[in-house]
């Protein structure tokens, strides 16, 4: 079983695109979105659009917190991110509103669990960054692999029984092989909005014997263009240039 | 001990026979086997673990596992199967014939000869498994076959993946590998030099040539940080024995900075091939100070060890910023205008990257094979004047000693000279010129034609371009302006 795994897309279609076509290429037997379908970006009833196709062909969709703003409100937002939301709300249908709000939190399969944020309290939006974080969320759950993203800076915490948790930095488009003897926590990088100063947009390939981030270039300009075509800051699409 | 029982010759594991038991230890056995799809001979190693401890037998499986699958090529066993942990655990490899490295530094001191020799088979090792992003790091006599096809390393399970998650972790208490052989940036717990390596080689060296490792057998702690504050110079003396440019390698080898040593084993292997092209320094030059030399050396250190350079960020990158470039200089007409071209396209490319070294080499033709060395008109060998045309030619690069060495071949086809120079040596990129098309070249191909062909490396054929190339012989010297 090979899955896609897409997180962070924050309504870029062109970065969400590239991906899709790559996947396409590489083949894959099912799609993980987790969450952040919308938020940010210029594109997010056209992204929503894309991700609902993919759902009607078996794709697992899952809540991210600026998907649940969008119903919810900011209360806990940045400024930015809360100015981005009420721009978004006015963009969207009630089919696309009714979408969001339907989106579970998580979603397990055998030993893997998939989540926006952390497995620990996953409706308080957890940010897992730290090897401390990912003791926490070891700790929320028995899954042997976890699989997330919110932070959009990809990272690997891998832990063998009795030992401590130990982190690594993926590197783009190499495999990093699973022993069955650790469990891991996979923060997946952004679709839409990477922030580790990779600009290219990343998707995660799971396989049963390891994971890949790929990461993918696509077409900035036109993202940046939309973004500076309405009222969201500038800064946001600036900001894909550096990936930060 | 329920292990036992269950192992034992004719158990069966997915398809692998066992056979005889050739090895066990508290960490695990290694067994002879047979498999249906195999005709090569089989070893299986089978991990045990105790109950509730020795989680670094598990860690030690898992990495091993992890990269020996990933690593191929005559300097491994070849891999052919492994075992989950959480089932039975094992790794089928290919059995390697030969003999450990071990019965050589059991026989040491062995000649200066040999020592060159081993040395060479373990670079082209390391140069091998280094290009597929492993270290070693456990690097010793008893973990090198040499077998028919060269050095062939065994035991990963302390390697390193540049690519790959370090299963060591970084929480590891005590640092790991062979006390000896160990380099000291993996005595304070940093697993990520490909230079880490190099100095084993070193240790294995200064051991085939002195009988006892650099720093003995260290069995504690502050023993073992001895290497951290003993510069190469202060091992120079026991290795007065041996030529002073094979000296002067296993010093390098030994620096206590990885960025004082060889970037590349690329770079060992070059100076093991050409040791009377080594440049001599103070780490080996033991004479022409004494004891005050050493002690100037051992104050100088902690200064060159801070120096900031700047590291490459991943193998890859290290290969590309070390190279050894090869510059195949036609100097039979004197220096004419492609040779100068050819400096010009060899100085942009040794701008391009610091670290990078340069082998000049220019081909002397002899008429037929076995004919006795050509004399010029002075009655000197013809070597000589081209070997100083060739140092002649380099000169306004201005490269450091140490950066920089000069190669006359001799042979009657240019081509197969510089191709045999170009196979026995690491060369990651050739500089040459082709001169404009002849009848005669039609014909029988152009040397730069046949080299671009045949390399393995990157070729760069540089040509004098727009007008007034013909067929002509080039100008001679005395027409050629004078760059510097």
């Not at chain 1, 309290?121 to 957890?126: A, H, L």
């Not at chain 2, 860690?59 to 090529?73: P, Q, V």
Request: charged share 20%; hydrophobic share 45%.
């Amino acid at each position: 079983m090979r899955l896609a795994l897409l997180t962070d897309i924050h309504g870029n279609a062109e970065a969400l695109g590239a991906c899709l076509e790559h996947i396409a290429a590489v083949g894959v037997d099912g799609y993980v979105i987790l969450g952040d379908i919308v938020g940010y970006g210029p594109d997010p009833g056209p992204v929503i659009d894309k991700v609902m196709e993919l759902q009607s062909r078996g794709a697992v969709v899952l809540l991210g917190n600026h998907d649940e703003a969008i119903a919810d409100g900011v209360a806990g937002m940045s400024e930015l991110a809360a100015e981005a939301i009420h721009w978004t709300r006015e963009q969207l249908s009630a089919e696309h509103k009714a979408f969001l709000a339907g989106l579970p939190l998580t979603h397990q399969v055998g030993n893997a669990l998939f989540v926006h944020s952390s497995a620990r309290d996953p409706g308080d939006w957890n940010y897992v960054i730290h090897r401390l974080h990912a003791v926490d969320c070891f700790d929320a759950t028995d899954a042997r692999r976890i699989f997330c993203g919110h932070t959009h800076r990809p990272i690997l915490f891998h832990q063998l029984a009795g030992r401590p948790v130990e982190e690594f930095v993926p590197k783009p488009n190499a495999k990093v092989p699973f022993s069955r003897a650790r469990r891991y926590l996979a923060v997946i990088g952004s679709v839409g909005q990477p922030r580790d100063h990779n600009p290219n947009a990343c998707w995660a390939l799971l396989e049963p014997d390891g994971l890949t981030l790929n990461r993918i270039a696509y077409d900035i300009d036109s993202t940046a263009r939309k973004i500076a075509a309405t009222r969201l800051p500038r800064w946001l699409g600036l900001r894909l240039y550096e990936g930060r | 001990m329920s292990e036992r029982k269950i192992l034992a010759p004719g158990l069966m594991i997915d398809g692998f026979t066992l056979g005889e038991r050739i090895f066990a230890g508290g960490m695990g056995s290694v067994w002879r086997a047979t498999h249906p799809d195999h005709t090569l001979p089989i070893i299986v190693k089978i991990p045990f673990f105790a109950p509730g401890e020795n989680v670094s037998a598990i860690i030690a499986f898992e990495i091993e596992e992890m990269i020996m699958k990933r690593l191929s090529g005559p300097h491994v066993p070849k891999f052919l199967g492994s075992g989950e942990l959480a089932d039975l655990p094992y790794i089928a490899m290919e059995f390697v014939e030969g003999d450990l490295l071990s019965t050589l530094t059991d026989a040491a001191p062995i000649p200066a000869a040999e020592v060159v020799r081993v040395g060479q088979l373990l670079a082209r090792a390391l140069i091998d498994i280094h290009r597929q992003q492993v270290v070693h790091l456990d690097l010793k006599p008893g973990n090198v076959i040499l077998s028919k096809r060269g050095a062939v390393l065994i035991d990963f399970g302390l390697a390193h993946h540049d690519k790959l998650p370090d299963l060591m972790g970084e929480e590891t208490a005590l640092p790991v590998g062979s006390a000896p052989y160990m380099s000291p940036e993996q005595i304070l717990g940093d697993r990520t030099h490909l230079e880490s390596d190099i100095y084993a080689v070193g240790a294995m060296l200064y051991e085939l040539a002195t009988a006892k490792p650099p720093f003995g057998i260290p069995n504690t702690r502050s023993g073992l940080k001895q290497r951290l504050k003993t510069p190469p110079a202060m091992l120079a003396p026991a290795l007065s024995g041996v030529p002073p440019g094979l000296a002067e390698v296993i010093l390098k080898s030994l620096s206590v900075d990885p960025a004082d040593r060889y970037p590349t084993a690329d770079h060992l292997l070059f100076d093991l091939n050409h040791l009377d092209q080594v440049a001599l320094t103070d780490r080996s030059q033991r004479n022409s100070g004494g004891f005050l030399a050493r002690i100037g050396a051992l104050l100088s250190r902690p200064s060159e060890a801070r120096r900031a350079t700047p590291r490459p960020t991943s193998f890859e990158q290290r290969f590309a910023s070390a190279p050894v470039i090869m510059a195949a200089v036609d100097l039979s007409h004197g220096a004419d205008p492609l040779a100068e071209l050819v400096r010009v396209h060899v100085r942009r490319v040794l701008a391009a990257e610091p670290r990078a070294r340069l082998a000049c080499v220019t081909v002397l033709k002899t008429k037929i094979i076995g004919e006795d060395k050509p004399i010029d008109e002075a009655g000197r060998p013809a070597y000589i004047g081209r070997l100083v045309a060739l140092k002649d030619w380099a000169r306004s690069l201005h490269l450091p000693e140490e950066k920089v060495s000069y190669h006359v071949l001799e042979g009657v086809d240019a081509a197969a000279s510089l191709m045999e120079y170009a196979n026995h040596n690491p060369i990651d990129h050739i500089v040459m010129g082709a001169r404009a098309s002849s009848s005669l070249r039609r014909h029988l191909g152009s040397v730069s034609s046949r080299v671009v062909a045949e390399a393995r490396s990157t070729v760069t054929v540089v040509r004098l371009g727009g007008v007034g190339e013909t067929d002509e012989p080039p100008p001679g010297p005395e027409s050629v302006p004078d760059e510097s």
